[in-house]
């Protein structure tokens, strides 16, 4: 029979927004394979955020952490204060029974559960979260190196002060031991010079498929990247960042994986951080949208042709009646064709626009640096003529940055937002549209500006919806699908788009790109 293991029983000390976060980890079962139950929280501030949602969920509250070792089922306390005169008050008072991870640990904890809750989503997004863990972790690991350099040189001249800090520090290791056991990553510890592996986690032993004992003291080639055995793709080649690469099981089977590598210096020796994840899942999902991509792209193709083709023909029998057999039509007969022509054409535009739509949903973006400047001037060459027929002055932002874009795309959102300006701003008097940028740090944002009729803010979002269209004006070109193509361009690319608007006073299309995806 099998016996259900009892919950982890956890308090935690500090309740600010913290302690808010790790409640929502343990309360939201995000942290169910740690058996985690939270049962107390103390601060000596009642309004603290963490404390109030505390007394909100029916959880224990206290302004004396002392109360918390009174707990029947407490096995281990966080403490979040931030502050080492607590962490040592604690540590020296609490039962011995119960376990105290510091406000270093608990942070370190809650960066590593961010990598496995982001495992799932987009390739390039994942990328970014593992740099910028990297980062934040490399920071940290200096600043605690350095810490320690500067208490070894304490402990040379002080003898009961190194003793203090060597049983300070093998608990330090032992917590950290037990966080990178709990870490839903794998994780190799690797000697630069010798390139062998002095220690892995729980998740690289389970991975590999072999005991600690058989993989510590092996050659990293052993297992991670394979194919570059004689040379270090960080120490020999100098690359950084995230790497792509495989890991070897015990029976030779290759694993896909995501490596993330980085310095640290233990024990006066340069060593090498490596972290990975299993990649499996994510390389089945891409090879399979790659192929519906090829089959979507194959699909479109053959509706272009065999939608255009009977459009293409009636507007060319037409034209050939209008031609050939203008003696013998009345005016009736002659308004009937014309309209025919008319119709033809703005099927061909529709059937166009709803191609243009599928391919931008479903043909896969090329990234590239793009000078929006170089873009904006393509269009304005395109479009020169309309503007002089509408006697629309144009007038675009200098100095307008690159961007990390699909060129094809984002050329055409910038033109369906231009061309609408024009549109819905020739009836103005000095009609004008301008084209602006502002930097917002992260993002570029720009918009396009005219002093037309304005959209009603009641419509704000519908005209973004696929087939709506605007009465204002007699449209007959229009398809109402361009801001729906604008619209999934931009979310496609990362961004958000919107418009601000008054009715009878202009409008302001802006939308934002990423500066890094």
């Known amino acids: 029979m099998t016996v259900k293991a009892e919950p982890i029983g956890v308090a935690i000390v500090g309740g600010g927004p913290g302690c808010k976060a790790i409640m929502d980890m343990i309360l939201g079962e995000r942290l169910k394979q740690l058996r985690m139950k939270l049962i107390g929280v103390a601060c000596t501030n009642p309004g603290a955020v963490g404390y109030r949602y505390a007394q909100e969920q029916g959880i224990y509250t206290t302004k004396n952490y002392r109360d918390l070792f009174r707990l029947q089922d407490l096995h281990m306390i966080i403490e979040l204060t931030g502050r080492e005169e607590v962490a040592n008050e604690i540590s020296r008072t609490k039962p011995d029974h119960v376990g105290l991870m510091d406000h270093v640990a608990a942070r370190l904890f809650w960066d590593i559960f961010q990598i496995e809750e982001q495992r799932l989503a987009e390739r390039r997004r994942t990328e970014e979260t593992l740099r910028q863990a990297r980062d934040e972790l490399e920071v940290r690991v200096k600043e605690r190196t350095a810490q320690l350099v500067e208490s070894n040189a304490r402990l040379r001249s002080e003898v009961n002060e190194r003793q203090l800090a060597e049983a300070g520090l093998k608990e330090s290791e032992e917590r950290l031991r037990t966080i990178l056991d709990y ?77 993330t590598v980085f310095p640290i210096i233990l024990d006066g020796q340069t060593h090498l951080l490596e972290s990975f994840l299993d990649i499996t899942d994510q390389k089945q999902v891409e090879a399979k949208l790659r192929k519906k ?14 939608l255009k083709t009977p459009i293409i023909s009636v507007q060319g029998f037409s034209s050939r ?46 990234y590239e640096q793009v000078s929006s400047s170089a873009i904006l001037e393509d269009i304005e060459a395109r479009i020169r003529g309309r503007l002089e027929d509408k006697g629309v002055a144009f007038v675009v932002a200098k100095d307008l940055p690159l961007i990390y874009a699909d060129r094809q795309k984002m050329s055409q959102v910038f033109e369906n937002l231009i061309v609408n300006a024009i549109k819905f701003s020739a009836m103005a008097e000095g009609p004008r549209v301008e084209v602006g940028y502002a930097d917002e740090g992260k993002n570029h944002h720009f918009f396009v500006k005219d002093n037309g009729i304005g959209v009603d803010p009641k419509y704000h979002r519908k005209i ?3 087939f709506f269209r605007l009465n204002e004006i007699d449209d007959k070109e229009g398809t109402g699908i361009g801001l729906a193509i604008v619209e999934s361009i931009v979310t496609g690319h990362g961004g958000r788009v919107w418009v601000e608007s008054e009715k009878g006073h202009g409008a302001t299309f802006h939308f934002t790109v990423p500066k890094a995806l």
């Open 183 to 259: 870490v839903p990553v794998g994780i190799l510890i690797i000697h630069a010079e010798s390139r062998k592996i002095v220690d892995a986690n729980t998740v690289a032993t389970r991975l590999i498929d072999l005991p600690k004992e058989k993989i510590v003291g092996r050659v990293c080639h052993k297992f991670v990247c394979p194919e570059l055995e004689g040379g270090c793709p960080i120490t020999d080649f100098g690359q950084s960042g995230n790497l792509e690469t495989v890991i070897l099981r015990a029976d030779g089977e290759a694993i896909p994986i995501l490596k």
């Open 321 to 366: 009646l209008l031609k050939h057999c203008q003696g013998q039509l009345d005016d009736k007969a002659r308004k009937y064709l014309e309209q025919i022509q008319t119709s033809a054409r703005r099927m061909e535009v529709f059937v166009s626009d709803l191609l243009t739509l599928a391919r931008v949903g479903g043909v896969p973006a090329t």
């Open 293 to 306: 991509n090829r089959e979507l792209e194959n699909f479109v193709n053959v509706v272009s042709h065999d």
């Open 464 to 466: 973004f919806e696929m």
